[in-house]
């Protein structure tokens, strides 16, 4: 861990939340799908002196003085980026997921143009699309949907949607969707109805870095990522693109979306990039799906509904009102183990997104500390036990033990 000596000199108050933050997550299992741990090499370069530093612009083209170093810095993040994805052009200045994919919307699109994305509660974004954010405000957005029987994209359904809507772009790559997704399917319907593809791969980066699913990059017309998940990275995001997009794509990054880039984040990508390039992450990657495909497998032979019925990723939406209770009471039934997930809503969910009836469970985190499939048939039977003798406290102490016992054997590799 990093040395916190002048924190806690200056400022006790910060540091002891800091602390309290540190002990949870060391102590408790994160299985939230959109969750991991960065390494210390990470951690540092985050904390460097290039938070001091404003950047407005691009390597060789800047607002302000002094930016030798950063431009070394930001185009290492890039040359490694367009290595891994196999990506033609990198803009790795989005601060996060949502800014980013506006900054696509807004270099492709003018407001009011129509879009399809998947449905939030299909498994899609609140960026895709969704009535409350700006997506579906300032962009003319049609949701596609999962099949209700399969739980999976039908692609003749969207492709029908596609021609009758005849929409400027198409999104794909999903928050909450466990299987592969067709990314050529997608491209020759949007070639077909002459409109511009859009991954969102935020959830699976990690994973397709590795090469363990499809790459979209070199399908699709514009790719956004999240570089937090499984990607194990900063928090940020990036924007990957052909060569003949790079110029409106970036125009939108600065100065249509952002200001000056968070350069020491920058740095940590650069830090990310380098460890995703290593045969290490692909081991990682393949633990991570391994962990889930088993994970799935033991939660059906224990009577759970997995939506799609399994998983080609790291995550899993799972029905808990086949348990008889709903995502936010299994959430909180968790919480009292040392055990964090996210509530989740299913497709065509009857509960309101507060209450949803689902729970999305993911292994990047759990991999990253080293589990595999031992811990993982544990961690299943730990929460089966959970769910199913909620109303004994006793019971649930006795699991966030067993819990807390398992997080000490694997520890975090940054703390
Ligand atoms: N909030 C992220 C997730 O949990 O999937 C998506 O942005």
Request: hydrophobic share 40%; charged share 25%.
């Amino acid at each position: 861990m990093l040395n916190y000596k002048n924190l806690s000199e200056q400022d006790g108050e910060v540091m002891a939340i800091v602390q309290r933050e540190t002990v949870r997550q060391v102590e408790e299992m994160e299985l939230i799908a959109s969750e991991n741990y960065v390494s210390k090499a990470i951690l540092e370069a985050m904390a460097t002196v290039l938070t001091n530093k404003y950047s407005e612009g691009f390597p060789g083209h800047r607002y302000y003085g002094g930016n030798q170093f950063v431009d070394e810095v930001e185009t290492i993040a890039v040359e490694r980026a367009k290595k891994l994805f196999s990506a033609e052009h990198v803009n790795v200045q989005p601060l996060s997921g949502s800014p980013a994919n506006a900054a696509v919307y807004m270099a492709f699109l003018k407001p009011g143009d129509k879009v399809l994305g998947l449905r939030l509660d299909h498994g899609g974004h609140l960026s895709h699309g969704h009535p409350v954010n700006f997506s579906g405000m300032l962009y003319d957005f049609t949701q596609y949907e999962v099949d209700i029987t399969t739980g999976q994209i039908n692609m003749e359904k969207v492709r029908e949607i596609a021609l009758r809507e005849k929409p400027k772009m198409i999104v794909a790559g999903y928050s909450a969707y466990s299987r592969e997704i067709e990314w050529q399917k997608f491209k020759e319907i949007a070639d077909e109805v002459g409109a511009f593809t859009f991954a969102d791969i935020a959830h699976t980066a990690g994973l397709i870095a590795a090469r363990e699913m499809n790459n979209p990059t070199p399908i699709f017309d514009v790719v956004s990522t999240t570089t937090h998940k499984t990607l194990r990275g900063p928090r940020g995001a990036m924007i990957m693109c052909k060569e003949q997009f790079a110029k409106q794509v970036d125009r939108a990054v600065f100065p249509g979306m952002q200001g000056g880039p968070h350069d020491h984040i920058t740095a940590a990508k650069a830090v990310c990039f380098g460890e995703a390039l290593q045969p290490g992450f692909k081991i990682y990657a393949k633990q991570v799906i391994a962990n889930a495909k088993l994970m799935a497998e033991e939660f059906i032979k224990l009577g759970y509904k997995i939506i799609s019925g399994g998983t080609d990723n790291h995550l899993m939406v799972v029905d808990m009102t086949s348990k008889g209770l709903s995502g936010k009471e299994a959430e909180i039934i968790l919480d009292k183990c040392g055990i964090s997930v996210s509530r989740s809503t299913i497709p065509n969910d009857p509960n309101p997104p507060m209450n949803p009836s689902g729970v999305r469970f993911g292994t990047p985190a759990i991999t990253t500390r080293g589990m595999k499939q031992e811990e993982i048939k544990k961690i299943v039977v730990w929460i089966n036990a959970a769910i199913e003798q909620r109303e004994e406290p006793e019971m649930l102490e006795n699991i966030k033990k067993q819990v807390k016992n398992m997080c000490l054997e694997f520890p975090i590799p940054s703390i």
